[in-house]
């Protein structure tokens, strides 16, 4: 079982910068793929950005060039940076570990779950 806390939502104008924190405790073997997702109301859960085993990322096609993913293994701790942020961007973002194979940026291919964190952009 994995434990994840997220941290570092907020609220910003268009075109602000936000840095979220995911910090994850548990079975190392099952938050060796982590990622973030997102969801607005009334839409389903997207993939933003995930990492693998093997360090390679993966980014939503809406997020390219904006959002990047850094990992501190020694910290425990998958950040995502976020500038450009647009009103689109508004959303409960999740941390998630233990992907279960598949489509990467599909949540139903991920088994654990932050609580989340808000992201709330102006325009």
């Known amino acids: 079982q994995v434990h994840l806390v997220e941290s570092g939502g907020g609220s910003v104008q268009s075109g602000g910068s936000l840095s979220l924190s995911c910090v994850a405790s548990g079975d190392s073997s099952e938050r060796s793929c982590i990622g973030w997702f997102r969801q607005s109301p009334g839409k389903e859960r997207e993939g933003v950005a995930t990492i693998d085993a093997a360090g390679s990322t993966t980014y939503a096609d809406a997020v390219k060039g904006r959002f990047t993913l850094a990992r501190d293994y020694a910290k425990n701790t998958l950040y995502l940076q976020m500038v450009n942020l647009q009103p689109e961007d508004t959303a409960m973002y999740y941390c998630?570990?233990?992907?279960?194979?598949?489509?990467?940026?599909?949540?139903?291919?991920?088994?654990?779950w932050g609580q989340g964190t808000q992201v709330t952009v102006s325009s």
């Open positions: 998630a570990a233990h992907w279960r194979g598949n489509s990467i940026l599909d949540q139903t291919n991920w088994s654990n």
